[in-house]
């Protein structure tokens, strides 16, 4: 059974930063994509960025650019999103998910998602 757990969230003065994780099991993780999404209320679900096998290649959508850092650890199946210079339109539950599926060169998630985690940026 995969299961993908997020840690990390919480409540954070504008610029401050969080380091987010996402635990793995139940999979080779090595052989799959892990991407961070986040979802604000009222509004659907967003990419943030995702790092392919080996950690070296990652993508990041424009608002997390420059702030935002995904890295991997292969030997502890865990992801890390490490969020900085936080603004209050961040707020959102930030979920991980995990996908070995590919089309048109882009990963395609959809199949293994955690329960997600709080991150709230006051102002």
């Known amino acids: 059974q995969v299961q993908l757990i997020e840690s990390g969230g919480g409540l954070v003065q504008a610029g401050g930063s969080l380091r987010l994780s996402c635990a793995a099991s139940g999979l080779t993780f090595s052989s799959y994509v892990v991407g961070w999404f986040r979802q604000a209320p009222g509004k659907e679900r967003e990419f943030v960025a995702h790092?392919?096998?080996?950690?070296?290649?990652?993508s990041y959508a424009d608002s997390a650019k420059g702030r935002f850092t995904i890295s991997r650890d292969n030997a502890k199946n865990t992801v890390y999103l490490q969020m900085n210079s936080l603004k209050p339109e961040d707020t959102a539950v930030y979920y991980c998910?995990?996908?070995?599926?590919?089309?048109?060169?882009?990963?395609?998630?959809?199949?293994?998602w955690g329960q997600g985690t709080q991150v709230t940026v006051s102002s």
């Open positions: 998910a995990a996908t070995a599926r590919w089309a048109y060169g882009r990963p395609v998630f959809g199949d293994y």
């Open positions: 790092v392919r096998w080996g950690g070296g290649s990652t």
